[in-house]
């Protein structure tokens, strides 16, 4: 076939590839913007959820 040797069919291989790249960084980042993860809390400073690691959330937002 023809359209496979064409250069202009890689052309838009490349092009329908960034396009994908493009629209999937911008719902990204509208999808980082427009969400609310609501507050980190913790029950004990210093301790994770009932385990032994030593993380807390720096500044509690409740």
């Not at 250069?7 to 913007?33: D, E, K």
């Not at 609501?38 to 500044?59: E, H, V």
Request: hydrophobic share 45%.
């Amino acid at each position: 076939m023809r359209l496979f040797r064409s250069r202009s069919f890689y052309w838009l291989l490349v092009g329908a590839g960034m396009l994908l790249v493009i629209l999937a960084n911008a719902h990204l980042v509208y999808v980082a913007t427009q969400s609310d993860p609501g507050c980190a809390t913790s029950d004990t400073k210093g301790q994770a959820a009932g385990t032994q690691i030593p993380y807390s959330p720096a500044k509690p937002a409740c």
